[in-house]
């Protein structure tokens, strides 16, 4: 079975540029999250999506956005990109997105903006 | 606010030692914890979840204890090797549902 797929795996953008990066969860999990990370830290939550609704938004600017889509797959976009954007940006899918469930985390995708 | 922390940062040990690694957290009411395996520039590998109402799990040589009153979890890794070098981190499911995770320990086990 396929697990967590993110792409694309690397990209490197300019200031102020847009980007996407998408995801595809594990078939059958209804639940996807985004998190970023920055070299040195843990993962911190940007987003989590159940049945295709926002479920929690982290301490993120509105610069961030994403979605989910009747497959369950998601996208992040990030606008008007800055340095500090640059991160492992990581999707994790889960069953239910639940108490009762883990999480299984995709190789991430690695954005650098110069 | 629920912060994670782990402890140590960092630890070099030879082949072969049984290890410990610690994580804390400041918040008791989770729905679960996960320890993760983060090799360099990668993805993250789930080892065990334990759930809120469980005291420890187990797969190989890997065993995680829980111990949500005191907000304490740890990993035990018996017998090391070099392959298990790598970022070991601990996560908490708080209650909306989203990980909160640890800064995380860099394990380096020497041949």
């Known amino acids: 079975d396929a697990g967590v797929t993110q792409s694309p795996t690397h990209l490197i953008k300019t200031r102020g540029q847009h980007v996407t990066l998408r995801c595809s969860p594990i078939s059958g999990h209804k639940s996807v999250s985004w998190y970023q990370q920055v070299l040195g830290q843990g993962p911190q939550f940007i987003f989590q999506?159940?049945?295709?609704?926002?479920?929690g938004r982290g301490n993120f600017p509105d610069r961030f956005s994403a979605r989910q889509f009747p497959n369950y797959s998601s996208e992040l976009n990030v606008n008007a990109l800055l340095l500090g954007d640059s991160a492992l940006y990581l999707c994790?899918?889960?069953?239910?997105?639940?108490?009762?469930?883990?999480?299984?985390f995709g190789s991430g995708t690695r954005l650098t903006v110069v | 606010k629920q912060e994670v922390t782990q402890i140590p940062a960092a630890l070099s040990v030879p082949e072969g030692e049984n290890l410990v690694l610690n994580c804390s957290f400041t918040d008791s009411a989770i729905y679960n914890l996960q320890w993760f395996r983060q090799d360099p520039g990668k993805g993250l590998t789930s080892l065990l979840l334990i759930q809120s109402s469980q005291r420890e799990q187990t797969s190989g040589r890997l065993n995680a204890s829980l111990d949500k009153s005191s907000g304490r979890s740890t990993l035990y890794i018996a017998a090391s090797q070099p392959g298990d070098s790598a970022t070991y981190l601990c996560a908490v499911m708080d209650s909306s549902y989203k990980l909160i995770f640890g800064s995380g320990t860099r394990l380096l086990v020497r041949p």
């Open positions: 994790a899918s889960s069953l239910a997105g639940e108490g009762g469930y883990g999480y299984t």
């Open positions: 999506y159940y049945e295709k609704e926002e479920r």
